[in-house]
């Protein structure tokens, strides 16, 4: 998968619905996709590199939302599976963007770890070739 902005998305599996008495439960199972590519705005835009990091958080993630009839109200079995799917997909997502940002986090720190072992080996080349022509030229 290649694309260009937040590519990042929460792939959902068909709710699983339970119905006990005035209480109804929606379980969600579902998958966190972050591309592989995210890319430049256009081909044109040569300062800003393509960032490979595709992946997945976890197989599959497991939440469940649930909704209760208040004591005064009718109970409507449809409103009920309504309000459960909604609060578990507002789980997932609650979920979901803890999970990328841990990540994220942690490979920005690699990148910014990479940049400085890179630094360091530059410094050093660039001592010893300064040396090197500084000898040559003597």
């Known amino acids: 998968m290649i694309t260009t902005g937040n590519g990042i998305k929460v792939s959902f599996d068909r709710p699983r619905y339970k119905t006990d008495g005035k209480e109804v439960s929606c379980e969600?199972?579902?998958r966190i996709v972050v591309p592989e590519t995210m890319g430049r705005?256009?081909?044109?835009?040569?300062?800003?590199p393509d960032i490979i990091v595709g992946f997945n958080l976890g197989d599959e993630h497991r939440v469940v939302g649930k909704a209760r009839c208040n004591?005064?109200?009718t109970f409507d079995k449809h409103t009920g599976r309504e309000i459960a799917e909604a609060r578990a997909e507002a789980k997932a997502y609650k979920h979901a963007d803890k999970l990328v940002k841990k990540y994220v986090k942690a490979v920005?720190?690699?990148?910014f770890d990479m940049a400085l072992e890179f630094q360091a080996k530059a410094d050093h080349v660039q001592d010893h070739n300064k040396g090197y022509v500084l000898d040559m030229g003597k």
Do not use: V
């Open 71 to 73: 004591e005064d109200d």
């Open 41 to 48: 705005s256009s081909w044109a835009d040569t300062t800003s």
């Open 28 to 30: 969600l199972r579902y």
């Open 108 to 111: 920005a720190q690699k990148y």
